[in-house]
Nanobody, 122 residues
Framework: QVQLVESGGGLVQAGGSLRLSCAASGRTLSSYAMGWFRQAPGKEREFVAAINWSGSYTYYEDSVKGRFTISKDNGKNTVYLQMNSLKPEDTAVYYC???????????????WGQGTQVTVSS
C-alpha cells in the first residue's frame, strides 16, 4: 500500500521560508513523478509544482516560480518543497501526490498524502 506523509508546515511571517517534506512508502519514487498541490479555505485544490522521476525536470505554477523549489531524494524516497519569500496568499493546506508523469492535473495523480497546513501571516 502506498503512503505519503507530509511534514514541515507551520506558521511563518510574510517573507519567511518553510521546507515541506513528503516521505513515501510502498512506492519507489525513482520511477514516478511527484507533485505538490494546495487548497485554501473555500477554494479548489490547485497545482503548485511537480518533478519527474529522475529529478531532471520540474514544472511550476506561475505564482510560485522563482520562490518555490521542488526537489527529490530518491535514496530517501522523499520529495521536498522549499518555499521562500512566502506571502499571505500562499496560506493553504499543502498536499503531495505521486503519479506516472509530470502534470498540473490532479486527476492524473493516483496517491495523495493527508496534507500539512501552511499559514503565512502579514
Amino acid at each position: 500500500q502506498v503512503q505519503l506523509v507530509e511534514s514541515g508546515g507551520g506558521l511563518v511571517q510574510a517573507g519567511g521560508s518553510l521546507r515541506l517534506s513528503c516521505a513515501a512508502s510502498g512506492r519507489t519514487l525513482s520511477s514516478y513523478a511527484m507533485g505538490w498541490f494546495r487548497q485554501a479555505p473555500g477554494k479548489e485544490r490547485e497545482f503548485v509544482a511537480a518533478i519527474n522521476w529522475s529529478g531532471s525536470y520540474t514544472y511550476y505554477e506561475d505564482s510560485v516560480k522563482g520562490r518555490f523549489t521542488i526537489s527529490k531524494d530518491n535514496g530517501k524516497n522523499t520529495v521536498y518543497l522549499q518555499m521562500n519569500s512566502l506571502k499571505p496568499e500562499d496560506t493553504a493546506v499543502y498536499y503531495c501526490a505521486t503519479g506516472p508523469g509530470v502534470t498540473g492535473d490532479p486527476g492524473r495523480y493516483d496517491y495523495w498524502g493527508q496534507g500539512t497546513q501552511v499559514t503565512v501571516s502579514s
